[in-house]
């Protein structure tokens, strides 16, 4: 099994400010994974993605992509699907082209209507899988699992669609999951619940997080916080992922991006994992 680790955007240690300038900067420190982050939106045209692909096959360093913030598949406003649909689609451009292996999304709100919201996302789903097939990409549409009362994306709600839409998959995000339940994760269940997807890979963003308590079991998130400042048993994690035994791709949203994917790079050598 390949474990790798590596920043949530360009490490902050780095001197340069390009996208390629980050992943040879992780590639140094000894992490083999960069997430190239569009949250606040597509900062790089599809050349640059071509060029970033060469820097990251020479540095040997697996590329995720994260989609815009800004998306909503289930929104009110037709013109806002629209807009989210080519956000992610443009994500999915630029990923491909820089080989990255998943497009991490934050898929949406539920609105007034959970039932329609969830319809409306798999419909989306869909049709961007549609788009993935015909042109022939290798890159999944990953769905996050969401630490909001009001966002999509529980693992109950990911795993189904996952199972039923090619070319999607279930993009874990550990600190949100315990601050949707305000507090408790249970690792063992959510990689069992994966199981059934068969998946040839597992992926994951990791962090502490603070959350407030909406009621018992339910929380919303508030910040990323470091593992250190963090009540997660990442220890519980790393074994669990050990246990799977399968390539397993881990992304740290941490505040201290590179420093906690080498803590966290500690905790699997000090389990005695050799990277
Ligand atoms: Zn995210």
């Given at each position: ?16 400010s390009?996208t ?10 000894g ?8 949250t606040?939106?597509?900062y ?23 989609a815009?913030?800004y ?9 806002v699907?629209t807009?989210?649909?080519?956000r992610?689609?443009?994500t999915l ?20 209507d959970k039932?329609?919201?969830l ?11 549609n ?8 890159i ?5 699992t ?27 995000d ?9 507090g408790?994760?249970?690792y ?47 220890v ?8 799977r035994?399968?390539?397993t ?27």
């Open positions: 099994m390949k474990i790798r680790l590596g920043p949530g955007g360009i490490p902050m240690c780095c001197k340069g390009s390629s300038d980050g992943v040879r900067k992780t590639s140094e420190m992490l083999d994974a960069m997430q190239v982050a569009f606040h939106g597509i790089m045209k599809l050349e640059e993605a071509k060029k970033l692909r060469i820097v990251a096959k020479e540095e040997d360093v697996e590329l995720i992509v994260h815009p913030y998306i909503n598949l289930a929104s009110e406003k037709s013109e699907i807009a989210s649909k080519k992610i689609l443009d451009h630029r990923g491909e082209a820089m080989g990255a292996t998943v497009a991490v999304v934050h898929a949406g709100f539920y609105g007034k039932e329609k919201a319809e409306m996302i798999n419909n989306a789903c869909q049709e961007i899988s788009a993935i097939e015909r042109n022939g990409w290798n999944k549409l990953g769905l996050e969401m630490g909001k009362q009001k966002s999509f994306g529980t693992l109950d709600e990911i795993v189904p669609i996952s199972k039923s839409i090619k070319n999607v998959i279930p993009y874990l550990v600190a949100h999951i315990y601050a949707g339940n305000a408790k994760i249970d063992k269940e959510i990689f069992d619940k994966l199981k059934t997807l068969k998946l040839k890979k597992y992926d994951s963003h990791f962090s502490g997080i603070n959350f407030s308590v909406v009621k018992e079991g339910k929380g919303n998130e508030k910040n990323h916080i470091t593992l250190a400042e963090s009540k997660m048993d990442f519980g994690f790393s074994k669990e992922i050990l246990r035994k399968k390539d791709t881990l992304i740290s949203e941490s505040p201290i991006l590179e420093q906690d994917a080498l803590v966290m790079k500690g905790i699997f050598e000090k389990l005695g994992h050799k990277f």
